[in-house]
């Protein structure tokens, strides 16, 4: 993983709505909690631009982070994140303790790759159909990968790739796989062709009752 990510956070006391508002509009801070492992559930908080700011970076969503919390490295994940609901910037953030020698499930992004030299758009004229954009992965927090590339070069007409087509690194497994669901992550099909306007003209003429 070619991404570090390091949150300088801050204890807080007070819990609630009204004291996390405060916290955001006097503070300009984020409240969060940091829970998981042996350790009890602790309430912190972040510095709002330092959070917008890695939060515009995709892998943060899908990389172990380390949280500095008054000087004591955690490792941990983003597990959720609420937004403010028109305005987009982050309200309330939860992060998950890591252990190195505990698996973790974890969404990913898929990135598809060679879309432009795909046979079945190149040659067939088709195009290219994604049925993903994120997949769940399980692995040891080590392994977890920023994002899984999808190779669409050999992909024909009509064909459809699923998740047991994906070559992934040792350690990782795919969790709707290992539940027997093979799930269609991209296709390559025809495009839907729509009829021009001298269609749409005469089908309504044959639709319209004839005059009296």
């Given at each position: 993983m070619s991404n570090e990510f390091s949150l300088k956070v801050e204890t807080r006391d007070a819990a609630g709505k009204g004291a996390s508002r405060r916290l955001r509009r006097l503070e300009s801070r984020v409240p969060a909690i940091v829970y998981g492992g042996k350790d009890e559930p602790q309430m912190v908080s972040l510095e709002f631009k330092e959070l917008v700011k890695a939060l515009e970076n995709e892998a943060f969503y899908s990389h172990i982070l380390t949280l500095d919390i008054a000087g004591k490295k955690q490792q941990a994940?983003?597990?959720?994140?609420?937004?403010?609901?028109?305005?987009?910037?982050?309200?309330?953030?939860?992060?998950?303790?890591?252990?190195?020698?505990?698996?973790?499930?974890?969404?990913?992004?898929?990135?598809?790759?060679?879309?432009?030299?795909?046979?079945?758009?190149?040659?067939?004229?088709?195009?290219?159909?994604?049925?993903?954009?994120?997949?769940?992965?399980?692995?040891?927090?080590?392994?977890?990968?920023?994002?899984?590339?999808?190779?669409?070069?050999?992909?024909?007409?009509?064909?459809?790739?699923?998740?047991?087509?994906?070559?992934?690194?040792?350690?990782?497994?795919?969790?709707?796989l290992s539940h027997e669901h093979d799930l269609p992550l991209a296709s390559v099909h025809k495009p839907k062709v729509r009829g021009g306007d001298d269609d749409d003209a005469a089908a309504a003429t044959e639709e319209a009752p004839a005059a009296e």
């Open positions: 994940i983003l597990r959720d994140l609420q937004r403010h609901p028109s305005r987009g910037f982050p309200l309330h953030a939860d992060f998950q303790r890591v252990d190195a020698t505990h698996k973790i499930h974890m969404m990913v992004p898929v990135h598809f790759i060679n879309e432009d030299v795909c046979v079945g758009v190149k040659k067939g004229g088709g195009e290219i159909q994604h049925n993903a954009s994120e997949i769940e992965v399980s692995c040891l927090p080590k392994n977890l990968p920023e994002f899984i590339e999808v190779d669409m070069t050999n992909v024909d007409m009509d064909q459809v790739v699923h998740l047991s087509d994906l070559k992934l690194a040792k350690g990782i497994e795919l969790v709707q």
